[in-house]
């Protein structure tokens, strides 16, 4: 099992910073990729960026440019570096982990609201 605990989430304005972390413990040796996903109301859950363990990373085309998805293998940690932020980034965020065995993870989300 990993257990995923986010952190960094709040209110901000728009134009604003945030990051998000995301430290994963228990069997991290079997973890591979590293991501992050958002939720907006009344909408489906998205992938927002991504990072594998060698440090391959993608975002989507509605954040390229404006987040930056990190890892610090040492600490376990993933990071979320959200620049620029708007209103529609508002959402709650989760942290996602997807083990070599395949096995996916979730972290209990964290509350991004931005106001304009």
């Known amino acids: 099992q990993v257990q995923l605990v986010e952190s960094g989430g709040g209110l901000m304005q728009a134009g604003g910073s945030l990051r998000l972390s995301c430290a994963a413990s228990?069997?991290?040796?079997?973890?591979?990729?590293m991501n992050w996903y958002r939720q907006a109301p009344g909408k489906e859950r998205e992938l927002v960026a991504s990072?594998?363990?060698?440090?391959?990373?993608n975002a989507a085309a509605s954040v390229k440019g404006r987040f930056t998805i990190s890892r610090d293998i040492a600490k376990n940690t993933v990071y979320l570096q959200m620049n620029s932020l708007k209103p529609e980034d508002t959402a709650v965020y989760y942290c996602n982990v997807l083990a070599w065995d395949f096995r996916e993870y979730w972290g209990q989300g964290t509350q991004v609201t931005v106001s304009s």
């Open positions: 228990g069997r991290t040796f079997s973890i591979n990729a």
């Open positions: 990072i594998t363990s060698g440090g391959v990373t």
